[in-house]
């Protein structure tokens, strides 16, 4: 593995909070948003949505199997922490 990399986590609604982790390059999205449930920054999602991390440097939105290196996350990076929901069914009118 590689060296670690400094990511600073910006919380999906209060912009204010923010958590600064050093993790190796080679963790996925998918594992970073599940350290980030297990160590209380961001609640457990719900049945219609889930989290998606994005690069502010980018813009860019990381893939839940994406590494950082291979989304070409840099040390010292923000990342902003997204609760995307899933489309409801539209019922009768």
Known sequence: MSDKIRI??????????????????E??????????????????SSEVGQYKLQDIRTNNLLHDDQSLLAAGVQDGASIRVIHATTGAE???R
Do not use: D, K
């Open 8 to 25: 600073n986590f910006l919380h999906p609604t209060n912009p204010s909070q923010s958590l600064t982790a050093r993790v190796p390059p």
């Open 27 to 44: 963790m996925t999205a998918a594992w970073l948003v599940e350290q980030l449930i297990v160590r209380g920054f961001i609640p457990q």
């Open 90 to 92: 539209v019922g009768p």
